[in-house]
Each structure stands twice: as structure tokens, then as C-alpha cells.
């Protein structure tokens, strides 16, 4: 596991953000499947003879997925969404509740066979968590292990049913932070609720419960086992040590020597009289506890065992890791078979009858067949070696060429993922990015909607990115990264908020050509649509007799100095989507964000309720959505100079500086030195184009002469109309570059922009 920031909002910028961010993820895809690595799995087997068995899977997407089991297939029957970063592990308690953990620091408990609704997040760890471990007859239990060393034990049932002790460490934040309707909870845990009877979760401290610490490692920790009562506890990570602790206390019973490398993988019999546990050095250990030392090792692997599986009877172990391979060792005899190679590391094994699920660093899952039941059956094939109790061993027989055969080919079925982004570029253009994924295929998505608007198969992902290249500049208004496997692009203020576009540009119909187009503001809009209908269905049947409720302007959010914010004055509060901003509902993205209580939280843009506010959304997006509201940005304007190209007889028109917005288009420029010189007179500073007198410093309107026509109330002049050119650096500039253009590809100096003008003849 990669020490890398959260697609959250603990994100992998350096300088500490004050303001929360709102981050979108982006699904090209049908929800059913996976679109990164599988780090861990579960299997539920029916209580009833005829019933339906499920897997659940745990991906470095973000979410869980729940699978029903036949004989020769799996379909996919929830997803399990809410978690900020990567699942790293789960488990399941009792019959029919499942624990995740993830490197967004929580837990997160769900019903098994709910729609995939979170009824509790666990909040203790400081860092990731790396790993879950359950008792098997002892449905309250669960450990959790992670970075910086901590280790907690929970009862799951005290933590679900809050007592009176008062703490931090546990919210009641269902579905995601986001909790519906007063009735959805228990009374015991009902919240103050506020005026539009949601109930949110509060950060603040709650009635609550503490979990058990078991205080001891030094470094982080990667692995967890529990024996079936839950009496007994083993954690292993970087300090290459396996640790014994009693869950009920939290006390060390011993400490365990002998691996050279971190342990990554434990597992324990159901008395807990002996331990497995597989490690970075390569090598398999099996330890006695109750004579607390190592009585075997095996050396069957010739890189990290990330992976162990036992039978039920502790007799045998399945192991897999970083080599790509999966074995079969007896450990008695220590006979090994591999079983079978896979194209990714091996990062979670989990035994079902006959059969094991193995999943990898890709985003497939495969059941190969295991004879769980009786292994001997495959050691008759013959193929076997015997392992090794040193570790080199098996190197040096790998090296020698004489790999055992793999005594499956094929598995006996897969769950297809999607291949996940592994590569990605931001377009000039601000709207579109260049991705490549694990399969090698290359696409063009349009992030203001979400959607892939070109799929190139299989090419050069460099010459693709040189094709497409544009010679415009538009602000960094976003930010991207693939961590979760898809494009997650994030949104912080005030920086979303600088990049415009001419509304013609955008293609938008039914507004002024020159109309600015706020990018970030427009795609808040798309990405909030549902919430703002659900919104207004809600106070519309709360609609207040004054009538104003349904103005669109938030009377409840937070009133700002208008210092510090402008209200976007050609926005006029119109809440209409344009097409451009328009996401698909089929697959919709996912918002990750936080707002002033309750931590951060992922759902769904279709499943938000209109519920949602402060609480849950950070202030300046409910600001822009609802009250077209902006903070002040910086940099929206271009300074520049005007001159007459050295050597013609133009006459001079300005001698101070001009400001234009940084999106206007050269041919406004051409077309207010046009209308200077056919004028053949200042224009009056007060007049209502805003374009300049000479030798005044001030505005040139992005409305100046908008389409080359002049004023109405202005004759049309007996002069012809000159033909202009404009140049910068010498070079022709093309009318539809904008002033940012020239300025970043032509001009490219930090002083202010000079531009010159000329007439052309004969034209």
C-alpha cells in the first residue's frame, strides 16, 4: 500500500487548504463493476441448504460490492458506497453484517443484504486502516489495524447502539454521513433536528464508545488475525515482528522473531494454538503460541506473500502474493503445488467450498477450483515439490529454470472489472482530458459532463495528446488525479472560479454571444441538478405564505460581507442547466466532499435527497448554486498597450494602458481600433461600450462593438472601413485567439502585453 493522499479532502496538495473541496468521480461505465484493484474479499454462505451464497469484494475504487453467488456466474445485486479512498479490508460479523475499512482513517458497518445503505462510521484511527479481523463464533468482535502503529478492538454492538459515555470517536453518520428521514433511525440515536427535519450527522461529541486499544507497535500495521472466540489476537507490519495481545484487554502476551521482512498476511486455527503468517522476506511461517516459537517454514514463494487461506482443518495453506502465483501447501509434509499463475500480484485469497476467490491488483476477481474440502485430491495429479525452510531456496530454483507446472489453466469463472485509468493529461482547452487505461485504450472525456466524448482504442497515448493540442489558454480551474481508478476531479475555491468562456463558444443557444460562462460555476450547477430538484420538491411542500422560498436564493445559508464575495451579475439567477454541463444520469458521477459536521462523505449525484446542506456541503458551493454567489476572483482581467506598428503613418489612438477581460477575442480589439479610426474622434469615456478615449487609462468592454455594427444613434459613417490587423512580437495574431492566448504563446514575458495595430491596403 502506497503512502499517497486521499482522493478526499486530506488530498496530496502541499500547502494546507482552508476551505473544503468538492470532488467529483467520474463513471464511464455500467455500476456493476469494479474499476480498480480488489484488496479484499468476503464469502456469506447461506444458512438455508437452497439459499444464496454472496461475495463481497472491497476495491481501491472506493466501494464494496455485494455478488450473487450460481454455480457458474455472479451478478452483482449492490454496491456499497460511501467510503472516501481505498477499501483496504472487510469482514463480515455475525450472520449479516459487514465491516470495511479504508485508507479514508474509518470503518464503516453495513447491513449485508441491504441496498448498501452505511448504518455506522467508526472514527478512532489517525491514519489509514489497513486491516479487519473478525471472530468467528463471537459476532461483536472486530480488530482493526493500520499506519503509526494503532490497533483497535470494537464491539460492534456497543458501537452501534451508542450508550450514554460521551465521546468523539463514533457518528451516526447513515448512508454516508447523510442521513435521511427522522423515522430512518432508532430513537436512541435521533439528533436535533433542524428545520427541514434531516437529521445530519455531528462531528461534535456524541453519546458514544470507546474501543479497545492494543498499544504496543511501534510502526504500522498490515496484518490482523483473531481465533473463533475472540479471546486471542495476532498483528504483524514493518517491524517484522507477529504480536499476540488479548482483544479483551488490550494486553501484550508475547512477541514472535523470525521474519526478515514486514509481515503482511496472518492467520490463526480456531483454538488459536497455531499461527500462519506470510511476509515480505518471502517465507511462510507456522508458529506454535502456545511454545511461542516458529515450529516450520516453508519457502514456496519467490517474492512477498501478501495472501494466506487455510482449510478447515488448519492442515493445509493457500498463499499468494507479489510473484503472481498461488500454492498448495501441506503442512505436515510440506509438500507444495502451484496451483495456478495470475497476470497481477495476488493481494486477498478467501476459500469457498471447493473452490477460492482470489483477487489482484486488477479490477477482475476469478474463482479457481481448490478441492478446499480434500486437498490431497489435487496432490495426486503429482507436480509437487518440497518447500524449503530457507528462503533463498526457492529463488534459486526459479533461477535455475525449473519452475514447477501450474496445475490449473484456466478459472472456473471471473467477474470482469473495468481496466482502471492509469495514465491521464489535462487539455489545453480546460474541458477535456486524455486518459489510457490498464488495457491500453485511449479516451477523451469531457469532465464538465462526465462523459467519454472519444474513444480511440488502442493508440499512442503521446501522439493522441500532441494531436490534440490547442493553442488556447484557459485557468487551471481543476485539478485531477486516478488513485480510485477513475478520473476524480477536484474543485477548490477560490481557484474553480477563474476560468470563463464566451457563452458562443460553449455552444450555448439562447444567450448572448458574449455572455461569460463560468466553468466551475455551470458545472456545480450540472453536478447539483438532482439535489436542487429534490430541493425544491421538498420546500415546495413546505412553501412558506410569503411565497419567497422557492426564489431560488438560499434565505439559510450563511449571509457574506459582500467584500468577499460577487454576486455573478450575468448569471441572473437563471438555475437552468445548459447542455454543456449536462451529466449523465445512466452513470452518474459520485460527489466526494464534506461539509461543517460529520467528516467526509461519497454518494451517488442521482441518490442525494435534497436534504443535503451546510452540514454536509461545504458553504461556497450551496453559495454559488443557490445565491450565484462567487468569491472574488483574481485574474479574470488583461492588461495591455496598443500601439501603432513603428513605421506606418496610423494615427496614435490610445497612449494609457488597457484592461479587457483575459477571454476577449483579438477581433474585438481589431474591432475598436476600426471604430476609432472611422469615428475619427475620441469616443466619449462615458459611453455606454466602455471602450476607451486615447490616453485614458481604463476598460475595453468585452461588449465593445460586439459584432463590428456601431451604437444605435450613430450614423453610419461615409468613410469605408479599414482592414486591421493586430501583431504582437511581430507576428499576426489570429482574431478568434483570445488576449490570455497571445499573451501565454506569443507574448510570453511577465510584463504587460503590447500589442500593435496596422492597416492593410488594397483589400
Not at 32 to 51: Q, Y
Amino acid at each position: 500500500m502506497h503512502r499517497v493522499g486521499s482522493a478526499g479532502n486530506n488530498s496530496n496538495s502541499s500547502r494546507p487548504r482552508k476551505e473544503k473541496r468538492l470532488t467529483y468521480v467520474l463513471n464511464d461505465s455500467d455500476d456493476t463493476k469494479h474499476s480498480a484493484g480488489i484488496n479484499c474479499l468476503a464469502v456469506l454462505k447461506s444458512s438455508v441448504s437452497d439459499g444464496c451464497n454472496y461475495l463481497f469484494t472491497g476495491s481501491r475504487d472506493g466501494t464494496l460490492k455485494r455478488w450473487a453467488l450460481a454455480e457458474d456466474a455472479a451478478t452483482c445485486s449492490a454496491t456499497f458506497e460511501s467510503h472516501v479512498d481505498w477499501v483496504n479490508d472487510t469482514v463480515i460479523a455475525g450472520e449479516n453484517t459487514l465491516v470495511s475499512c479504508s485508507s479514508d482513517t474509518t470503518l464503516k458497518i453495513w447491513n449485508c443484504l441491504s441496498d448498501g445503505t452505511c448504518t455506522r462510521t467508526l472514527r478512532q484511527h489517525s491514519d489509514y486502516v489497513t486491516c479487519l479481523a473478525a471472530a468467528e463464533r463471537n459476532a461483536n468482535v472486530v480488530a482493526s489495524g493500520g499506519l503509526g502503529g494503532e490497533v483497535f478492538v470494537w464491539d460492534i454492538e456497543a458501537a452501534v447502539t451508542p450508550l450514554s459515555k460521551s465521546s468523539d470517536v463514533m457518528e451516526d453518520d447513515c448512508s454516508n454521513g447523510i442521513n435521511g428521514s427522522a423515522n430512518s433511525l432508532p430513537v436512541s440515536s435521533l439528533r436535533p433536528i433542524s428545520s427541514n427535519n434531516s437529521i445530519t450527522a455531528h462531528t461534535t461529541q456524541c453519546p458514544g464508545y470507546v474501543p479497545i486499544a492494543a498499544k504496543g507497535h511501534k510502526e504500522s500495521v498490515y496484518a490482523l488475525a483473531m481465533n473463533d472466540n475472540g479471546s486471542l489476537l495476532v498483528s504483524g507490519g514493518t517491524e517484522k515482528v507477529v504480536r499476540v495481545w488479548d482483544p479483551r484487554t488490550g494486553s501484550k502476551t508475547m512477541k514472535l522473531r523470525g521474519h526478515t521482512d514486514n509481515v503482511r498476511a496472518l492467520l490463526l486455527d480456531s483454538t488459536g494454538r497455531y499461527c500462519l503468517s506470510g511476509s515480505s522476506d518471502s517465507m511462510i511461517r507456522l508458529w506454535d503460541l502456545g511454545q511461542q516459537r516458529c515450529v516450520h517454514s516453508y519457502a514456496v514463494h519467490t517474492d512477498s506473500v501478501w495472501a494466506l487461506a487455510s482449510t478447515p482443518t488448519f492442515t493445509h495453506v493457500y498463499s499468494g502474493g507479489r510473484d503472481l502465483s498461488l500454492y498448495l501447501t501441506d503442512l505436515t509434509t510440506r509438500e507444495s503445488l502451484l496451483l495456478c499463475t495470475k497476470e497481477h500480484p495476488v493481494l486477498q485469497l478467501a476459500l469457498h467450498d471447493d473452490s477460492i476467490w482470489v483477487a489482484t491488483t486488477d479490477s477482475s476477481v476469478h474463482r479457481w477450483p481448490a478441492e478446499g474440502r480434500n486437498p490431497q485430491k489435487v496432490f495426486q495429479r503429482g507436480g509437487s515439490f518440497l518447500a524449503g525452510n530457507l528462503s533463498f531456496s526457492r529463488a534459486r530454483v526459479s533461477l535455475e529454470g525449473s519452475t514447477p507446472a501450474a496445475v490449473y489453466k484456466e478459472p472456473i469463472f471471473s467477474i470482469p472489472g473495468t481496466p482502471a485509468i492509469v495514465q491521464h493529461e489535462i487539455l489545453n482547452n480546460r474541458r477535456h482530458v486524455l486518459t489510457k487505461d490498464s488495457a491500453g485504450l485511449v479516451k477523451l472525456w469531457e469532465i464538465t459532463r462526465g462523459v467519454v466524448v472519444e474513444d480511440y482504442g488502442q493508440v499512442s497515448f503521446d501522439e493522441k495528446k500532441q494531436q490534440l493540442f490547442e493553442m488556447v489558454s484557459i485557468p487551471a480551474w481543476f485539478t485531477v488525479d486516478t488513485r480510485l481508478g477513475s478520473l476524480s476531479v477536484h474543485l477548490d475555491t477560490p481557484q474553480c472560479f477563474s476560468a470563463e468562456m464566451y457563452s458562443v463558444d460553449l455552444n450555448i443557444t439562447g444567450k448572448p454571444e458574449d455572455d461569460k460562462v463560468n466553468l466551475a460555476r455551470e458545472t456545480l450547477k450540472g453536478l447539483l441538478a438532482h439535489w436542487m430538484t429534490k430541493r425544491r420538491q421538498r420546500l415546495g411542500s413546505q412553501a412558506s405564505a410569503n411565497g419567497d422560498v422557492l426564489s431560488g436564493k438560499d434565505n439559510t445559508a450563511r449571509s457574506l460581507a459582500h467584500s468577499r464575495i460577487e454576486v455573478d451579475g450575468n448569471a441572473e439567477n437563471d438555475s437552468m442547466v445548459h447542455p454543456p454541463f449536462e451529466f449523465s444520469t445512466v452513470s452518474p458521477p459520485s460527489i466526494i466532499s464534506e461539509g461543517s459536521q460529520g467528516g467526509p462523505w461519497r454518494k451517488k449525484i442521482t441518490e442525494l435527497d435534497g436534504t443535503e446542506d451546510e452540514k454536509d456541503f461545504p458553504w461556497w458551493v450551496l453559495d454559488c448554486v443557490l445565491n450565484n454567489r462567487l468569491p472574488p476572483r483574481e485574474n479574470t482581467k488583461c492588461s495591455f498597450y496598443l500601439h501603432p506598428c513603428e513605421g506606418t503613418a496610423v494615427q496614435i489612438l490610445t497612449q494609457g494602458k488597457l484592461s479587457a477581460p483575459r477571454i476577449l477575442r483579438i477581433n474585438k480589439v481589431v474591432n475598436y481600433v476600426v471604430e476609432k479610426m472611422v469615428l475619427d474622434k475620441p469616443i466619449d469615456t462615458g459611453s455606454t461600450d466602455g471602450s476607451l478615449a486615447p490616453g485614458h487609462g481604463g476598460q475595453l468592454q468585452h461588449s465593445a462593438v460586439a459584432d463590428g455594427s456601431f451604437k444605435s444613434g450613430l450614423k453610419p459613417w461615409p468613410k469605408p472601413r479599414p482592414s486591421v490587423e493586430i501583431l504582437c512580437n511581430n507576428q499576426v495574431l489570429s482574431t478568434d485567439m483570445s488576449l490570455a492566448t497571445v499573451r501565454a504563446y506569443i507574448w510570453k514575458k511577465p510584463e504587460d502585453l503590447v500589442l500593435n495595430y496596422r492597416v492593410v491596403q488594397g483589400r
